[in-house]
């Protein structure tokens, strides 16, 4: 049997959004689904069983920060990262090629691969697609990503061709690798897609990984989420999507905004990642089908009800209320970890709301309610407005008035107190 089975269940009739099965070594994951970020084989304030009573059934772990610590030793000796960190479920690995930028002060790019100097030792280690791999297999990832070349959505010039061009050799060396390592029955290979904001190197890049569909199990869009505008954002996104294998999962690296999650799943993409639920919990921000809510604010010191009452999560269900976290967020654990259970709760129903809608035949349904009440007093994202109207729905019909904010400025700050 292979790995990785993908079977899609149905499609909009309007947009490009599907709902799928992906079956993979660790069970069943439906899709579009986000996955939250475990960076070193830990979700954040949550136990493997928290998230796994979520609904949970797959999640991200770093290949260069397992690499580092714990080391492939321990994590070989463990029998893999599945159970060293006690996770049950469905297991992505990134393959690294992030760091090369986050970390690129300790970086240096050759043919052979990337030469990083430890953070923490200063030590330097190169990591070449062939070590990417490897350390994957110790890990057990149920989907490994290949090792790519990596630039600032923000870089311009012929870097962008040069690492565009690199990461479609390098994945060459990663296929080699991995088929030679006899683990292709039991650990699956995606490609990434690079080119920076340039459709021609976007192109380019999809034609030569599309040749090599047969010999890989999905592909990532990657390389955005950077800081680039939100417009040339969906267009990439819609640009490699539209031309990707219909047969294979696609997954938008780095993506975690409710209304980013929902554009994309409409664009055609399965999967998504970020660490933004998690992180701004700690920051004390919960997120709500109203938009994200500040929990820092005074008004809150006497708001005795939950989040959001029609919460399932257990911080919400368990009488949890607003002035009790207002009292001690940012300043107990216990705050952090109440309010993550809620935002990954949050994540999984806009995800989960919208296979509903693919199934039922009422996605754009279900685009116009979410966006309404989480946009409608603020204003719809002008680059939301476009993105779906370029895949045949438009948040706008039938409401006169409506307020558009032009360009990214719908993207608040989820700190301040712009959104209540």
Known sequence: MPALQFEILATCHTTKARVSRMTLPHGVTALPAFMPVATQAAIKGLTP??????????????????????????????????????????????????????????????????????????????????????????????????????????????????????SVRWLDRCIE??????????????????????????????????????????????????????????????????????????YCMGVGFAEDLLVCAALGVDMADCVFPTRTARFGVALTFKGPMNLKLGKHATEFVPIDENCPCPTCKGGTTRAMLHHIVTLETVAAHAVTMHNLTFQAQVMGGARDAILQGTFPDYLHKFFDNYFGDAGYPEWCVNALRSVGVDLLAGKEGAKIVQGDGARWEYSTTKRK
Request: proline share 4%; with cysteine.
């Open 49 to 166: 069983q928290q998230v796994e009573s979520l609904g949970i059934t797959l999640i991200l772990n770093n290949t260069y920060h397992l690499n580092l610590r714990p080391g492939t030793k321990v994590l070989q000796e463990a029998g893999g990262a599945h159970k060293f960190q006690g996770w049950r479920h469905n297991l992505l690995t990134d393959s690294g090629g992030f760091q090369l930028v986050s970390l690129s002060k300790f970086t240096k790019i050759t043919e052979e691969g990337a030469l990083f100097s430890s953070p923490f030792t200063g030590e330097p280690t190169m990591l070449t697609p062939e070590e990417s791999i490897s350390i994957q297999h110790a890990i057990g990832a149920d989907i490994m990503m290949q090792l790519d070349d990596v630039v600032s959505s923000l870089t311009t010039g012929p870097r962008v061709a040069e690492a565009m061009a690199r």
């Open 177 to 250: 690798y991995h088929e030679k390592s006899g683990r292709t029955d039991v650990q699956n290979l995606f490609a990434i897609v690079q080119g920076g904001l340039d459709p021609e190197l976007r192109n380019q890049c999809l034609d030569e990984m599309i040749q090599r569909k047969d010999r890989v199990a999905g592909y990532a869009i990657g390389g955005l989420s950077g800081g680039e505008a939100k417009d040339t954002f969906w267009r990439i996104v819609k640009q490699c999507a539209d031309k990707l294998p219909a047969d294979k999962p696609r």
